[in-house]
């Protein structure tokens, strides 16, 4: 039967991360993500899973790598992969991720195809139908393959509760219909139920209200510890700082982050209570590389440690973690001030975590955590799972795979690197 469709997943039935997706439709094939498992650390080889023409690229029933968001555990693999396979991925996500790379050494991610929200696209005998979807990575994207007699869908990476929630709802409203196969992430459906959260997580818009609160409440500086390429937290902050009468002082990464997703509808230099706070780090990465222009862009909206000392209570800032201590060395950051920890609560029980903690706790800093995950929640993936009504639903991203049949109807697990047909 050649147009039988087989699948198989080389990783991710087992763990949360590292994603990879092999299809299969008479002699041709297709890839979906190339993850980086997260257990991986940095400098870690990790080989590619083993998909015939991956890495050599002389395979020509391979017929391209398709990535559905620009997080590392989707697509950290592919520079190992021959240049001889098309990507197709989201412009902006790869336009994010290039943009990354200056401050944040990582792979390429160069699609020489572009995914767009319900345009499907023609690659052999495969119809991509690519849907934008609500996830803490921008421009992130669920898959649908159809192939005449079959129709494949996986979730990617996505939520239900961040700033495009309607994308969420809009699936659930009007889902594909006829679905052989839905494969669906649960990064929430924990290895047991103990490890599920056991109340419902909260929105952006309940961080945005929180941190709001926070500003207004705060004598002092206010310093949001969070991911640059986490653009719905950057709106979500900038919002915050707006209604407590903040200016939001964002580093260059986020500026070229900003920039990247050629939104004029995200806060980027030249909005309004928008300035730009340079750390040392990156000062030394514009002196060493000699791109003065990313300085020089912004000159006139460059907010200093010590006009924040003068005045700390007219700002906010947006940075990542690492660069709160010179803050409170330049005497900007002291015990009137507060740092809202806006990342996984995980990374907190890292050295850096600590580092930062033990550093406030010394300094009589403030510190809060406002956050709320980049992944649906249980009662979300159910309602999907009941919407889309697919003959077969498969677990991926997830270390609770084997728990899905108790949760939702039609639920099969599959093992890392079997094939199986629709
Ligand atoms: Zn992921
Ligand atoms: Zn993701």
């Known amino acids: 039967m050649t147009n039988e469709l087989k699948v198989r997943v080389h990783r991710g039935t087992q ?57 590392l555990d989707h697509y950290g693999l592919l520079d190992q992969v021959s240049p001889n396979v098309p990507v197709i991925a989201g412009e902006a996500a790869a336009a994010i991720v290039e943009a990354a790379r200056f401050f944040s050494p990582g792979p390429a991610l160069r699609p020489a195809i572009h995914l767009r929200d319900r345009v499907p696209l023609q690659v052999g005998p495969f119809t991509i139908t690519p849907y934008l979807v609500d996830h803490s990575a921008f421009d992130a994207y669920a898959v649908q393959v159809d192939t005449g007699d079959h129709r494949f869908f996986y979730t990617g990476d996505l939520r239900g509760h961040g700033r495009k929630a309607a ?42 209200r929180a941190m709001a609160t926070t500003m207004r409440g705060t004598p002092g500086l206010v310093v949001a510890a969070g991911s640059a390429q986490n653009v719905d937290r950057l709106v979500t902050c900038y919002r915050a700082a707006r209604r407590a009468g903040r200016t939001l002082l964002i580093d260059l990464y986020g500026v070229a982050v900003a920039r990247a997703t050629g939104r004029g509808t995200i806060p980027q230099p030249g909005f309004p ?15 060493q590389s ?86 649906a929640t249980v009662t979300d993936l159910q309602r999907l799972a009941d919407a889309f009504h697919a003959r077969a639903l498969v677990p991926i991203h997830t270390e609770g795979g084997f728990r899905y049949g108790g949760i939702f109807a039609n639920a099969e697990a599959h093992v890392d690197g079997d094939w199986w047909a629709a």
Request: proline share 6%; with cysteine.
């Open 273 to 287: 209570g928008l300035g730009v706070w340079v750390p040392r780090r990156q000062k030394v990465r514009v002196m």
């Open 167 to 208: 994308l969420f709802e809009q699936l659930i409203a009007e889902p594909p219909v006829d679905v052989d196969i839905l494969l669906m992430e649960g990064t929430h459906i924990g290895a047991s139920a103990a490890d599920e959260p056991t109340h419902a997580t909260g929105s952006e818009s309940d961080v945005e």
């Open 290 to 375: 000699g791109e003065f222009h990313r300085t020089r862009e912004v000159r006139g909206l460059r907010v200093f440690p010590e006009q924040i000392a003068a005045h700390p209570e007219r700002y906010a800032i947006y940075t990542a973690s690492s660069s709160i201590a010179e803050l409170v060395t330049a005497g900007a950051l002291d015990d009137s001030g507060t740092v809202i920890w806006s990342m996984w609560s995980g990374y907190l029980k890292e050295p850096s975590g600590q580092r930062l903690r033990s550093m406030c706790a010394t300094n009589g800093v403030a510190f809060e955590e406002h956050h709320t995950s980049g992944h």
């Open 15 to 71: 763990e949360i991360g590292g994603s990879c997706i092999e299809l299969q439709t008479g002699d041709a094939r297709l890839v979906l993500d190339v993850g980086r498992p997260l257990s991986a650390r940095r400098g870690d080889q990790v080989d590619l899973p083993d998909v015939p023409g991956l890495a050599s690229g002389d395979d020509p029933t391979l017929l391209g790598v398709v990535i559905s968001h620009g997080h």
